[in-house]
């Protein structure tokens, strides 16, 4: 594979034109990389951070004392990368995946914690791998509710492309036969711990409206081609040489470049889409290479804005022409509006009585899953909408007194008793003015206009957060655990890293950016297909939507083009 290419010379825009450009290389813009190429198109991707080749992650077999400060933060650290430090996954040994935070500044009107990576690949290499499918509870819900505006699809539109995205990622779960969580396309599941499968027992003849799953995983339970089993370390966010989990890099990268199609260009920031006034269609992107500081200009028939959904609202609404003047394809003004994030903040845990001969081997990848309750066949007072948990049951070692040396360190090598331990992500509804702006008074390193991210969570999302710390530890109360522990409170938007819906799919240009096919209205030869087309949020994992739709909007792409119809 290509490492980092040289400029080229703008002058001569031959070496510059491609069939197509994507901008980002994160999971969306993989997704889109694999099947543009895999169609015979030459495609061009551009990411703003450095290159890095699988299976060369270079932390990812070192041992903790090989670490200056054994995976803790220096005070250096918190400093260059001060909202990345926000975040729990943020650590010594990944540090350098991520985004310098003095070098990229943006205004913050209220907290938002822009957690961002930094390299090919993007946040594909940090992502939990949580992969559960919408239902038309989620697609079905803003119509229902009478909130913003009705998603333009359905389950059954995009239920094949989950078979299809499924099949290629390898995905490990159950089959559950849970109506509004739909089973999919999946590899042998992880098992349950001793504990989890007595929570499980305990929940489900309490609670007729509750589920307690394994949680379904974008991580290897059987190898595929050119990827590994899954050796259960608990290093995910290191990078995995074994290919073991689904990133760019491992999976989707790959299959491109074996096409012959695909060019990839590290240090590439993205300005702005161009676009023609006569022809009506954009024409390319103008990038800052960061390495040279250079501007240069890349011309192509489709682009694919996957950059992220804050990156993408920038590169929007800075692309500015005659026909747009307050952005690419915002006729709608809904360009930027309509920010969203699941809201977390619950930690719940109980200690547990018995089970001390039991133990399990190694460090499995997932947790068990809650499926939402809330909401679903009947209107629970309070708010809209719902949250899942998560949870796992575990072993820490034993805190002995009065022991030290030998002594210590003996009973040190003896677990502890078992602890059980909960979490939550619940949805934020779309509100017009959680929104991302450009403030042009002020300049960043690149001397483009200053982000700036308005957004908070509101009396919805605040109730529902109430709810879910009383219901966890109702559960834990129900399995007849002690000692519960409660912390409840809320995040800042943006720490589930789950931000989407600055342009949203719909089916009236007037209300809404993009078509069902995530296809501008307004510029029918620009898709977007990364968290930004999102019309509601659900309180489920969306990174295998973005998967899904992807597939789906490349497939239409391409047809159109093959029609002449783009």
Known sequence: MPGDLPVTDNKNKKENIFDVIIVGSGISGGWAAKELCEKGLKVLMLERGDNIVHPNYSTATKDPWEFPHRLHLSEEDKKQQ????????????????????????YEEPKRFDWIRGNVVGGRSLLWSRACYRWSDLDFEANKKDGIAIDWPIRYKDIAPWYDYVESFIGVSGNMDSIPHLPDGNFQP???????????????????????VIIGR??????????????????LCHRGCPYGAYFSTNASTMPAAYATGNLTVRPHSLVNKVLYDDQKKKATGVEIIDTKTNEVEEFYARLIFLNASTVATA??????????????????SDQVGRNLMDHHKGLSASAS????????????????????????????????????HFGASASRGQQQPENLIGAALKESMTEPGGWRMSIYAFGECLPYADNRITLNHDKKDKWGRPIISINCEFKDNEKAMHEDMGITAKEM?????????????????PGNANHEMGIARMGNDPQTSVLNSYNQMHEVPNVFITDGSCMTSGSCVNPSLTY?????????????ELKRMNI
Not at 82 to 105: A, C, G, L, P
Not at 314 to 331: C, D, V, W, Y
Not at 365 to 376: A, L
């Open 476 to 492: 834990l109360e129900a399995a007849g655990f002690k000692d519960i522990r409660i912390s409840n409170t809320i995040s800042f």
């Open 547 to 559: 998967m899904a739709l992807t597939a789906r909007a490349c497939d239409y792409a391409v047809k």
């Open 82 to 105: 001060y909202v990345q430090s926000r975040h729990w996954s943020f650590r010594e040994d990944n540090k350098h995946f991520y985004i310098n935070d003095q070098d990229n500044k």
């Open 314 to 331: 920038f590169i929007l609404l800075n692309s500015t022409s005659t026909r747009f003047p307050n952005g690419l394809g915002n006729g």
């Open 189 to 211: 599941p992880f098992e349950m711990n001793t504990v989890e499968k007595f929570f499980k027992e305990k929940i489900e003849n309490n609670y007729s409206d509750r589920k």
């Open 352 to 387: 547990v009585d018995g089970f001390e001969d039991m133990y399990y081997y190694g460090r499995r990848p997932t947790n068990i899953y809650i499926p939402r309750f809330r909401n679903v066949k009947k209107k629970d007072l309070g708010f809209l909408r719902g949250y």
């Open 217 to 234: 995983t974008a991580n290897l339970t059987k190898p595929v081609k050119g990827r590994g089993q899954c050796q259960a370390r608990d």
